[in-house]
Protein backbone atom coordinates (compact mmCIF):
# COMPACT_ATOMS: atom_id res chain seq x y z
CA UNK A 1 0.00 0.00 0.00
CA UNK A 2 1.90 3.76 -0.73
CA UNK A 3 0.31 6.82 -0.46
CA UNK A 4 0.38 8.49 -3.85
CA UNK A 5 0.81 12.33 -4.86
CA UNK A 6 -2.50 12.76 -4.13
CA UNK A 7 -2.55 11.79 -0.57
CA UNK A 8 -5.63 13.58 1.11
CA UNK A 9 -7.89 11.57 -1.35
CA UNK A 10 -5.79 7.89 -1.22
CA UNK A 11 -5.81 8.32 2.33
CA UNK A 12 -9.52 8.33 3.11
CA UNK A 13 -10.03 5.95 0.16
CA UNK A 14 -7.50 3.50 2.35
CA UNK A 15 -8.65 3.91 5.81
CA UNK A 16 -12.22 3.81 4.11
CA UNK A 17 -11.58 0.45 2.22
CA UNK A 18 -9.57 -0.86 5.48
CA UNK A 19 -11.91 -0.18 8.00
CA UNK A 20 -15.50 -0.51 6.29
CA UNK A 21 -16.02 -3.99 8.23
CA UNK A 22 -15.96 -2.05 11.60
CA UNK A 23 -19.71 -0.91 12.51
CA UNK A 24 -21.33 -0.26 15.87
CA UNK A 25 -23.53 -2.77 17.12
CA UNK A 26 -27.30 -2.24 16.17
CA UNK A 27 -29.26 -0.50 18.85
CA UNK A 28 -26.51 1.31 19.82
CA UNK A 29 -29.06 4.74 20.21
CA UNK A 30 -31.49 2.69 22.36
CA UNK A 31 -28.61 1.49 24.88
CA UNK A 32 -27.35 5.04 25.09
CA UNK A 33 -30.38 6.66 25.58
CA UNK A 34 -31.34 3.70 28.48
CA UNK A 35 -27.61 4.53 30.31
CA UNK A 36 -28.48 7.87 30.34
CA UNK A 37 -32.05 7.66 31.91
CA UNK A 38 -30.34 4.98 34.25
CA UNK A 39 -27.67 7.73 35.29
CA UNK A 40 -30.20 10.40 35.87
CA UNK A 41 -32.58 8.13 37.93
CA UNK A 42 -29.60 7.70 39.88
CA UNK A 43 -28.46 11.40 40.34
CA UNK A 44 -32.47 12.57 41.31
CA UNK A 45 -32.18 9.55 43.86
CA UNK A 46 -29.10 11.06 45.12
CA UNK A 47 -29.87 14.46 45.50
CA UNK A 48 -32.89 13.55 47.18
CA UNK A 49 -31.23 11.17 49.65
CA UNK A 50 -28.91 14.15 50.20
CA UNK A 51 -32.27 16.95 50.63
CA UNK A 52 -33.71 13.66 53.96
CA UNK A 53 -30.16 13.46 55.22
CA UNK A 54 -29.80 17.11 55.30
CA UNK A 55 -33.33 17.51 56.95
CA UNK A 56 -32.72 14.85 59.63
CA UNK A 57 -29.33 16.17 60.45
CA UNK A 58 -30.87 19.83 61.04
CA UNK A 59 -33.63 19.34 63.32
CA UNK A 60 -32.48 17.86 65.98
CA UNK A 61 -29.67 20.23 66.19
CA UNK A 62 -32.18 23.18 65.76
CA UNK A 63 -31.17 24.44 62.16
CA UNK A 64 -34.45 23.35 60.63
CA UNK A 65 -37.73 22.21 62.16
CA UNK A 66 -40.72 19.90 60.83
CA UNK A 67 -43.50 21.65 59.46
CA UNK A 68 -42.67 25.16 59.71
CA UNK A 69 -42.93 25.90 63.03
CA UNK A 70 -40.46 27.44 65.31
CA UNK A 71 -38.03 25.42 66.32
CA UNK A 72 -38.20 23.98 70.68
CA UNK A 73 -35.35 25.22 72.58
CA UNK A 74 -32.60 22.98 73.16
CA UNK A 75 -30.30 23.69 75.70
CA UNK A 76 -26.43 24.81 74.01
CA UNK A 77 -28.92 26.42 71.61
CA UNK A 78 -29.53 30.27 71.14
CA UNK A 79 -33.52 31.00 70.52
CA UNK A 80 -35.71 34.19 70.53
CA UNK A 81 -38.49 32.77 73.18
CA UNK A 82 -38.93 34.38 76.07
CA UNK A 83 -37.98 32.42 79.22
CA UNK A 84 -41.16 31.07 81.29
CA UNK A 85 -41.25 29.76 84.50
CA UNK A 86 -42.53 26.35 85.86
CA UNK A 87 -45.91 26.09 86.33
CA UNK A 88 -46.07 26.07 90.27
CA UNK A 89 -44.78 29.87 90.45
CA UNK A 90 -46.77 30.77 87.41
CA UNK A 91 -49.06 33.88 88.00
CA UNK A 92 -49.32 37.54 87.86
CA UNK A 93 -45.62 38.60 89.35
CA UNK A 94 -45.41 40.81 92.60
CA UNK A 95 -43.50 43.59 93.24
CA UNK A 96 -41.26 43.12 96.29
CA UNK A 97 -40.57 46.77 97.63
CA UNK A 98 -38.72 47.93 100.75
CA UNK A 99 -40.83 48.89 103.47
CA UNK A 100 -39.90 50.29 106.44
CA UNK A 101 -38.38 47.87 109.15
CA UNK A 102 -40.92 46.77 111.35
CA UNK A 103 -39.55 44.25 113.83
CA UNK A 104 -41.67 43.19 116.41
CA UNK A 105 -39.77 41.96 119.58
CA UNK A 106 -40.51 40.83 123.23
CA UNK A 107 -38.75 42.96 125.24
CA UNK A 108 -37.64 39.91 127.62
CA UNK A 109 -35.52 38.44 124.79
CA UNK A 110 -33.11 40.99 124.97
CA UNK A 111 -31.05 42.95 127.60
CA UNK A 112 -31.33 45.98 128.50
CA UNK A 113 -27.87 47.33 127.40
CA UNK A 114 -28.57 45.68 123.70
CA UNK A 115 -32.26 46.71 123.70
CA UNK A 116 -30.65 50.33 124.01
CA UNK A 117 -27.95 49.96 121.52
CA UNK A 118 -30.02 48.59 119.08
CA UNK A 119 -33.32 51.52 119.14
CA UNK A 120 -30.20 53.81 119.23
CA UNK A 121 -28.63 52.96 116.09
CA UNK A 122 -32.13 51.83 113.77
CA UNK A 123 -35.15 53.50 114.52
CA UNK A 124 -36.96 50.72 115.45
CA UNK A 125 -40.02 51.23 117.32
CA UNK A 126 -40.59 49.18 120.38
CA UNK A 127 -43.57 47.67 121.44
CA UNK A 128 -43.67 47.14 124.82
CA UNK B 1 -38.46 19.55 22.95
CA UNK B 2 -40.65 16.28 23.05
CA UNK B 3 -38.67 13.64 24.70
CA UNK B 4 -40.16 11.41 22.05
CA UNK B 5 -38.94 14.04 19.15
CA UNK B 6 -35.68 14.24 20.89
CA UNK B 7 -34.92 10.20 20.88
CA UNK B 8 -35.56 10.02 17.21
CA UNK B 9 -33.22 13.07 16.43
CA UNK B 10 -30.27 11.63 18.42
CA UNK B 11 -31.44 7.66 17.02
CA UNK B 12 -31.11 9.48 13.87
CA UNK B 13 -28.19 11.26 14.02
CA UNK B 14 -25.94 7.97 15.98
CA UNK B 15 -27.14 5.87 12.72
CA UNK B 16 -25.38 8.19 10.31
CA UNK B 17 -22.37 8.96 12.64
CA UNK B 18 -21.25 6.33 15.11
CA UNK B 19 -19.72 4.04 12.13
CA UNK B 20 -17.19 7.17 11.53
CA UNK B 21 -17.12 8.11 15.14
CA UNK B 22 -16.10 4.13 15.99
CA UNK B 23 -13.24 4.11 13.30
CA UNK B 24 -11.73 6.98 14.36
CA UNK B 25 -11.98 5.64 18.04
CA UNK B 26 -9.98 2.64 16.62
CA UNK B 27 -7.65 4.62 15.24
CA UNK B 28 -6.75 6.48 18.32
CA UNK B 29 -6.73 4.12 20.82
CA UNK B 30 -5.68 0.67 20.38
CA UNK B 31 -8.55 -2.00 20.65
CA UNK B 32 -11.97 -2.67 19.87
CA UNK B 33 -13.18 -2.58 23.37
CA UNK B 34 -11.28 0.73 24.39
CA UNK B 35 -12.74 2.14 21.21
CA UNK B 36 -16.62 0.83 21.74
CA UNK B 37 -16.63 2.25 25.09
CA UNK B 38 -15.09 5.92 24.08
CA UNK B 39 -17.87 5.64 21.69
CA UNK B 40 -20.61 4.97 23.75
CA UNK B 41 -19.52 7.86 26.20
CA UNK B 42 -19.13 10.17 23.62
CA UNK B 43 -22.76 9.23 22.26
CA UNK B 44 -24.08 9.43 26.34
CA UNK B 45 -22.13 12.80 26.91
CA UNK B 46 -23.72 14.19 23.34
CA UNK B 47 -27.13 13.09 24.64
CA UNK B 48 -26.81 15.04 27.79
CA UNK B 49 -26.38 17.98 26.09
CA UNK B 50 -28.56 17.43 23.33
CA UNK B 51 -30.46 20.74 23.27
CA UNK B 52 -27.04 22.33 22.74
CA UNK B 53 -25.25 19.47 20.60
CA UNK B 54 -28.62 19.20 18.08
CA UNK B 55 -27.36 22.43 16.75
CA UNK B 56 -24.01 20.87 14.75
CA UNK B 57 -23.98 17.23 16.63
CA UNK B 58 -21.23 16.09 14.52
CA UNK B 59 -19.07 18.37 15.68
CA UNK B 60 -20.27 18.58 19.26
CA UNK B 61 -19.49 14.42 19.20
CA UNK B 62 -15.81 15.04 17.52
CA UNK B 63 -14.93 17.23 20.38
CA UNK B 64 -16.51 14.91 22.65
CA UNK B 65 -14.88 11.96 21.46
CA UNK B 66 -10.77 12.99 21.14
CA UNK B 67 -11.67 14.18 24.96
CA UNK B 68 -12.63 10.35 25.73
CA UNK B 69 -9.90 9.05 23.53
CA UNK B 70 -7.36 11.74 25.92
CA UNK B 71 -9.18 10.32 28.77
CA UNK B 72 -8.42 6.69 28.26
CA UNK B 73 -4.70 7.69 27.45
CA UNK B 74 -4.23 9.06 30.65
CA UNK B 75 -6.45 6.54 32.69
CA UNK B 76 -3.78 3.71 30.52
CA UNK B 77 -0.48 5.90 31.86
CA UNK B 78 -1.68 5.68 35.63
CA UNK B 79 -2.62 2.31 34.76
CA UNK B 80 0.11 0.70 32.70
CA UNK B 81 -1.19 -3.22 33.58
CA UNK B 82 -3.70 -2.62 31.77
CA UNK B 83 -2.13 -1.45 28.70
CA UNK B 84 -2.64 -3.52 25.35
CA UNK B 85 0.43 -5.54 23.39
CA UNK B 86 0.72 -2.95 21.33
CA UNK B 87 1.71 0.00 24.37
CA UNK B 88 3.72 -2.61 25.93
CA UNK B 89 6.77 -2.95 23.51
CA UNK B 90 7.41 0.18 25.02
CA UNK B 91 10.27 1.98 23.36
CA UNK B 92 10.51 -0.39 20.51
CA UNK B 93 11.30 1.79 16.93
CA UNK B 94 8.07 1.96 14.50
CA UNK B 95 9.26 -0.64 12.28
CA UNK B 96 9.23 -3.38 14.90
CA UNK B 97 5.58 -1.91 15.93
CA UNK B 98 4.92 -2.81 12.89
CA UNK B 99 6.50 -6.24 12.29
CA UNK B 100 4.51 -7.33 15.96
CA UNK B 101 1.30 -5.89 14.97
CA UNK B 102 1.95 -7.59 11.50
CA UNK B 103 2.22 -11.10 13.17
CA UNK B 104 -0.75 -10.48 15.04
CA UNK B 105 -2.93 -9.52 12.42
CA UNK B 106 -2.09 -8.95 8.83
CA UNK B 107 -5.31 -6.49 7.93
CA UNK B 108 -5.47 -2.95 8.78
CA UNK B 109 -1.71 -2.10 7.74
CA UNK B 110 -2.48 1.58 7.52
CA UNK B 111 -4.03 1.55 11.26
CA UNK B 112 -1.80 0.27 12.66
CA UNK B 113 0.85 2.39 10.50
CA UNK B 114 -1.26 6.01 11.97
CA UNK B 115 -0.92 4.67 15.38
CA UNK B 116 2.83 4.80 15.14
CA UNK B 117 2.74 8.83 14.59
CA UNK B 118 2.98 11.31 17.38
CA UNK B 119 0.05 11.83 18.78
CA UNK B 120 -1.33 15.91 16.98
CA UNK B 121 -0.53 13.71 13.55
CA UNK B 122 -2.33 11.29 14.56
CA UNK B 123 -5.40 12.71 15.78
CA UNK B 124 -4.93 15.70 12.77
CA UNK B 125 -4.99 12.69 10.38
CA UNK B 126 -8.08 11.31 11.77
CA UNK B 127 -9.78 14.02 12.05
CA UNK B 128 -9.44 15.40 8.64
CA UNK B 129 -9.15 12.24 6.83
CA UNK B 130 -11.22 9.85 8.26
CA UNK B 131 -14.25 12.39 10.15
CA UNK B 132 -13.46 14.66 7.44
CA UNK B 133 -13.41 17.98 9.76
CA UNK B 134 -12.34 21.29 8.14
CA UNK B 135 -9.16 22.88 9.36
CA UNK B 136 -10.77 25.46 11.38
CA UNK B 137 -13.58 22.14 12.99
CA UNK B 138 -9.97 20.57 13.50
CA UNK B 139 -8.58 22.88 15.04
CA UNK B 140 -11.62 24.32 17.51
CA UNK B 141 -11.88 20.26 18.47
CA UNK B 142 -8.24 19.72 19.24
CA UNK B 143 -7.60 23.10 20.90
CA UNK B 144 -4.64 23.73 18.29
CA UNK B 145 -3.88 26.63 15.85
CA UNK B 146 -4.75 26.35 12.55
CA UNK B 147 -1.23 26.44 11.00
CA UNK B 148 -0.45 23.38 13.27
CA UNK B 149 -3.20 21.73 11.91
CA UNK B 150 -1.57 22.12 8.44
CA UNK B 151 1.90 21.69 9.35
CA UNK B 152 0.77 18.49 11.80
CA UNK B 153 -1.18 17.03 8.27
CA UNK B 154 1.83 17.13 6.21
CA UNK B 155 4.08 15.73 8.77
CA UNK B 156 2.23 13.17 9.56
CA UNK B 157 1.31 12.30 5.40
CA UNK B 158 4.98 12.49 4.98
CA UNK B 159 5.90 10.01 7.68
CA UNK B 160 2.93 7.93 6.54
CA UNK B 161 4.78 7.41 3.20
CA UNK B 162 8.00 6.27 4.79
CA UNK B 163 6.45 3.72 6.80
CA UNK B 164 4.35 2.58 4.27
CA UNK B 165 7.10 1.97 2.10
CA UNK B 166 9.02 0.59 4.83
CA UNK B 167 6.51 -1.67 5.36
CA UNK B 168 6.01 -2.39 1.55
CA UNK B 169 9.50 -3.28 1.02
CA UNK B 170 9.87 -5.82 4.06
CA UNK B 171 6.48 -7.25 2.48
CA UNK B 172 8.22 -7.57 -0.82
CA UNK B 173 11.55 -9.61 1.21
CA UNK B 174 8.98 -11.61 3.10
CA UNK B 175 6.68 -12.91 0.20
CA UNK B 176 8.45 -12.45 -2.89
CA UNK B 177 6.10 -12.32 -5.87
Given at each position: ???????E?S???ALE?E??DV?P???????????Y??T?R??????V?L??????I??????S??G???????P??RSD?A??????H???AS??????????LA??T????A??S??S???????? | ??RG???A??TE??EA????????AL?L?D??????D????T?L?T????DR??????????AV?????R?????R?RH?E????M??????SS???I?F??????R??????L??L??????V?????????TVT?TA?ALG????T?????SR?L???R??L?A???R???????
Amino acid sequence: MSIHADDEFSLRIALEGELDDVLPRDGLAEVVIARYRRTRRRRVAGAVSLVVVAAGIGVPLGLSSPGGKPAPHTPGSRSDHAGSLPRQHAGPASFIGRQAGHLVLAPSTLSPAALASLTSANSFAIAA
Amino acid sequence: MRRGNREAEFTEFVEAASPSLLRAALVLLDSREDAEDALQLTLLRTYRRWDRAREAPAAYARAVLINACRERWRHRARHPETASDMESLGDTSSAEVISFAEAVDRRHVLVRVLRCLPDVQREVLVFRYLLDATVTETATALGIAEGTVKSAASRGLDQLRVLLSAQEKRGRRVHPR
